[in-house]
């Protein structure tokens, strides 16, 4: 197992060298400069760029990145002065994260709930609402049930605060649009699996044993209907992390997705990377930690024989 | 009073094509301690019948008529005290699967959970059942496991069954069905997914089991071999109905049952009978959905009148424990339903 885990995140390393290698030549083929403006002249844009170093040749510039990165260093923020890219994240993720795992937590109970309620459930009408409605939902864009929830709560209602304040009440709405499809992903995915597993012979052989039907249901059959579900939890973590970039400029949420956006727009060059390195970073390891997981559940699955 | 009695059963399963009969009208009983077989083709009705007495049919599946009395009392899902009540039946049936019918499946490969330790489905059916500590439960398993010849059971208890062999995993099913004492276990074809000398090991394991704790056996199988070496006595049963009954002895040395004959011809025997080679039955097993009035076999017999397409035939007994259901043998009553319909 350990011997495993060192594998995988060697394996991380790599991909992450090619990912900052990558990141940083397309950022530098962006057409503009961080310091370009329309009332600015050449002369001072130029010093701009030599007082950090954005005159040297490129590859001269990569080195030197890549030399402050393994001190741990990701750089300053070129439009902000003063301000570095590790203090931007480190003020930024707690917000993204929580607001990331709890909207993942909420729908991973729902979800699976809901994807069971559709495996079992007699009524053929029940069924259909809920096939109806998790069709439905996967195909609306958080951003929309952002702009949405917002007009119906915050505006017409007025229960809910339209300004992200970090009380309770203004994490409802973005934590119910970040969650939303992933319910509608997960409960599909559940009742998929859930529906094999219910049909196979072991569930026979345990009803033939006269087990309840709770026991059956928990334990028999979710245990095995789990698997697919825990495979894919790694990079939907992953993804609702990363990907609370538009539902946090809604709600004004000071994460690290708005900070992203920004950087991207002012050709923030050690911003971008600094981002880029760290989600790439999180993706690596929530992929890494939900193969574990699926160790962890399915005896049959040997990590270190594996890959 | 015989342990298990079924009378008159009828299991319809209902399919995109139609009403599928797949039990039409059958009846027997097995003692207390008795080894029975149940031999058919592959559709004949053995299993479903047999997954109808435990309530375990698919849910397309009901029994459309008939009793199945255990014990005495009819745990079939129509009878008086359950009328529309199906909770109160599967209520009783929870007592009664695992705890006083244990049942042996087919396939050791797939009936077993794979994600669970053996340990964790050995002693949740005693768990269940019984009222005991985990411990107990567990010391149980772990002599049960020692029972059915697993070694090492100790440390076996806590690994999963993909680290089992087929074999050592069909002796684990068959601990499983043995763990609460059961008075009947329901063997579905218990040794055809294993091989040969493991087949072997499986039957004695079994026979030696119903000897010693006197608990009736009902043999599922479509292998003549298997019943000749464990059962006392045999139904033969063809697209849902028993065709033949009778004693080991009856059924394998005086076969009356056209159908019968035919199975016996086609089993693979060595010495002078064998170089006489080896026959099959011409035809296939009829489809369910389109059975025609008179005899299922008809299409494939040899021995065919012209009354068995529209007549069903009547049982004849040769003795008080063999009779079989074919015109050939009831020549008189044939010739009075031929005169009455030349009247008519």
């Known amino acids: 197992m350990l011997k495993y885990i060192v594998k995988r995140l060697a394996m991380g390393v790599v991909t992450m060298f090619f990912l900052i290698t990558i990141t940083f030549w397309l950022t530098r083929l962006m057409p503009g400069s961080p310091f370009a403006t329309d009332n600015i002249s050449p002369s001072v844009l130029a010093a701009l760029e030599a007082n950090y170093g954005l005159d040297k040749p490129i590859d001269q510039q990569f080195v030197i990145y890549l030399q402050s990165l393994l001190q741990g260093n990701l750089g300053v923020s070129y439009t902000r002065t003063g301000v570095t890219v590790n203090d931007l994240i480190a003020q930024g993720f707690p917000v993204t994260l929580k607001l990331g795992l709890i909207s993942f937590a909420i729908a991973l109970v729902i979800g699976t709930v809901i994807g069971i309620w559709m495996s079992t459930t007699k009524s053929s009408a029940v069924k259909g609402w809920l096939i109806t409605g998790s069709t439905l939902f996967i195909s609306i864009p958080g951003f929309v049930l952002a702009i949405v929830l917002l007009m119906v709560f915050g505006q017409g209602l007025k229960v809910l605060p339209v300004l992200f304040d970090g009380s309770f009440l203004s994490y409802i709405m973005p934590v119910l649009a970040l969650a939303v499809y992933p319910i509608a992903q997960i409960s599909r995915l559940v009742h998929a699996s859930y529906t094999e597993a219910m049909n196979q012979d072991y569930v026979v052989m345990a009803r033939a044993k006269g087990l309840g039907k709770r026991r059956i249901q928990l334990l028999h059959i979710l245990k095995n209907a789990m698997l697919p579900l825990i495979t894919v939890c790694g990079p939907m973590i992953a993804f609702q992390i990363t990907g609370s970039f538009v539902v946090e400029s809604i709600f004004t949420i000071p994460g690290i997705g708005e900070e992203f956006v920004n950087s991207v727009n002012s050709r923030d060059y050690t911003v971008i990377m600094g981002l880029t390195i760290f989600l790439g970073g999180v993706i690596i390891i929530t992929n890494l930690l939900s193969d574990l997981a699926c160790a962890l559940v399915d005896p049959r699955i040997k990590l270190d024989k594996a890959s | ?344």
Not at chain 2, 121 to 147: D, F, V, W
């Open chain 2, 1 to 344: 009073m015989p342990l298990l009695e079924i009378r008159n059963l009828c299991v319809e399963f209902k399919t995109r094509g139609g009403v599928v009969k797949a039990v039409r009208g059958v009846s027997y009983s097995v003692e207390e301690g008795e080894l029975l077989g149940v031999v058919g083709e592959s559709g004949s009705g053995k299993s479903v019948g047999m997954l109808a007495v435990m309530g375990l049919l698919a849910s397309n599946g009901h029994i459309a008529s008939g009793q199945i009395l255990f014990d005495g009392e009819d745990i079939s899902p129509l009878a008086p005290a359950f009328a529309g009540n199906p909770k109160a039946y599967e209520e009783k049936m929870k007592g009664i699967r695992g705890n006083r019918i244990g049942m042996i499946f087919q396939d050791p490969m797939t009936f077993l959970n794979p994600v669970l330790r053996v340990g964790t489905q050995l002693t949740e059916g005693i768990l269940c059942h019984e009222k005991c500590s985990r411990e107990e439960a567990k010391n149980r398993a772990i002599s049960l496991m020692k029972q059915v010849g697993i070694p090492s059971a100790e440390e076996r208890f806590r690994q999963y069954p993909f680290e089992f062999s087929g074999g050592m995993r069909q002796r684990i099913v068959i601990a499983s069905a043995l763990a609460c004492r059961p008075r009947l276990i329901i063997a579905d074809e218990p040794t055809t997914a294993l091989d040969v000398t493991v087949q072997a090991q499986i039957l004695e394991l079994l026979r030696d089991i119903a000897r010693e704790q006197n608990t009736a056996v009902i043999m599922i199988t479509h292998d003549l071999g298997v019943v000749a070496q464990l059962c006392e006595r045999v139904n033969i049963m063809y697209a849902g109905q028993i065709v033949e009954r009778g004693t080991l002895d009856e059924i394998f040395y005086d076969p009356r049952h056209p159908y019968t004959r035919g199975l016996l011809r086609s089993v693979c025997t060595h010495g002078e009978a064998g170089r006489q080679g080896l026959s099959s039955i011409p035809g296939t097993p009829p489809d369910l959905l389109k059975l025609n009035t008179g005899c299922a076999f008809m299409p494939r017999c040899a021995q065919a009148m012209k009354i068995c397409r529209d007549y069903m035939p009547v049982p004849h007994a040769f003795s008080s424990s063999h009779c079989d259901v074919c015109w050939n043998d009831c020549r008189e009553a044939a010739d009075r339903v031929t005169a009455q319909e030349s009247e008519g």
